[in-house]
């Protein structure tokens, strides 16, 4: 008996063992699967904003010239009544709407301010640029978020921001929205709220469809990756509330 009991002992033993090594292995997965995913978001706003740097510096600027010699031969033909004045003023009618669909572009592929500035002046910019561009009025509210913060952090945040105020003009069916971003000591905080007409965020949260709610997902896992807290609460007629909660240190590493 004493014989099968040690049997019995030794092969939970080697149970045990070896389910402390899968765990361990899959704890070790699990880490190289942040880094690696880490490094492939970062990769990609590095790949945005060398575009975007082509499209401001190249492309604008050459737009940009183009514009002002349209210009010039405007007032030329102006001046002497040619019959070309009104084409001519049509085509840098042309190169003004360019320019701004190029300078647009520019910014949604990553405003240069968010790395020179940093998150809060870049927010303000696209509160004001939502409004500007849709007449969703965005209401900015920020505590202690003044000091730059760690740039993938800030990266994240403003993504969040971007793609819920997408989301708030193109679904919610709603004239105004609210932003909050404060910072709790290593912490920060992001909630974009509306009062619109909601919709089944579980089911949502859940869907495999990749067409549906892919956006909302995709914040969740950046989220999750970056060892934050990710909550979206919405209802049909109930309206919406993204929130995310990152944490300024050590989230890359964990």
């Excluded at 060398?50 to 405007?74: F, N, P, Y």
Aim: charged share 30%; proline share 2%; aromatic share 4%.
């Amino acid at each position: 008996m004493s014989d099968r009991i040690r049997e019995i002992a030794e092969q939970v033993a080697r149970i045990t063992a070896e389910n402390t090594r899968l765990l361990t292995h899959l704890s070790d997965s699990e880490k190289r699967f942040r880094r690696i995913s880490h490094g492939v978001l970062r990769l990609q706003e590095e790949e945005r904003g060398r575009i975007s740097r082509d499209l401001h510096d190249g492309i604008g600027q050459s737009v940009t010239a183009l514009k002002i010699q349209l210009e010039l031969l405007e007032q030329e033909a102006a001046r002497i009544e040619s019959d070309l004045a009104p084409r001519i003023a049509s085509a840098r009618a042309l190169a003004d709407g360019c320019l701004a669909e190029v300078r647009q572009l520019s910014h949604v592929l990553r405003p240069q301010m968010l790395d020179e500035l940093g998150l809060l002046p870049t927010l303000r910019w696209l509160v004001r640029t939502v409004r500007e561009r849709t007449g969703l009025a965005v209401t900015l509210d920020s505590q202690g978020c003044e000091d730059r913060m760690e740039p993938d952090a800030e990266t994240l945040v403003y993504r969040i921001a971007q793609e819920s105020l997408t989301n708030v003009v193109k679904h919610a069916g709603v004239s105004a929205a609210t932003v909050r971003l404060e910072r709790r000591d290593d912490r920060l905080l992001l909630r974009v709220e509306d009062s619109g007409i909601g919709f089944d965020a579980e089911g949502v949260l859940s869907a495999r469809d990749e067409d549906r709610g892919f956006g909302v997902r995709a914040m969740r896992d950046r989220v999750h990756f970056f060892n934050g807290r990710f909550e979206l609460h919405s209802a049909p007629g109930k309206g919406t509330v993204v929130e995310a909660e990152l944490p300024l240190t050590g989230g890359e590493s964990q």
